[in-house]
């Protein structure tokens, strides 16, 4: 079983900067683990924001490119997303994700952006 701490979500004016934290904890395997951030806003789907494997290679929604950046610290079992010049759609529920085999989420952090 793995459990997902997150942090950092808020309200911001668009243009401000947030950052986001996911700390995993209980028992795995760090070898394969990938690590990411999806989000959901009111009335749509979940899509991913951004996610990072554990030697580092990234992968980011087009909307967020150039904006946003994932980075993860393995020692700490931590995963970051830094988010930038943030917009008004960039507002939803921000989850964290885990994947290693099975899959876990976070509770979600909301995260508003107003214009």
């Known amino acids: 079983q793995v459990q997902l701490v997150e942090s950092g979500g808020g309200l911001v004016q668009a243009g401000g900067s947030l950052r986001l934290s996911c700390a995993a904890s209980?028992?795995?395997?760090?070898?394969?683990?990938?690590m990411g951030w999806y989000r959901q806003a009111p009335g749509k789907q979940r899509e991913l924001v951004a996610d990072?494997?554990?030697?580092?290679?990234?992968n980011y929604a087009d909307s967020v490119k150039g904006r946003f950046i994932i980075t993860r610290d393995n020692a700490k079992n931590t995963v970051y997303l830094q988010m930038n010049s943030l917009k008004p759609e960039d507002t939803a529920v921000y989850f964290c994700?885990?994947?290693?085999?099975?899959?876990?989420w976070g509770q979600g952090t909301q995260v508003t952006v107003s214009s």
């Open positions: 994700n885990f994947r290693a085999g099975l899959q876990y």
């Open positions: 990072i494997t554990r030697i580092g290679s990234t």
């Open positions: 209980g028992s795995f395997s760090s070898f394969n683990v990938r």
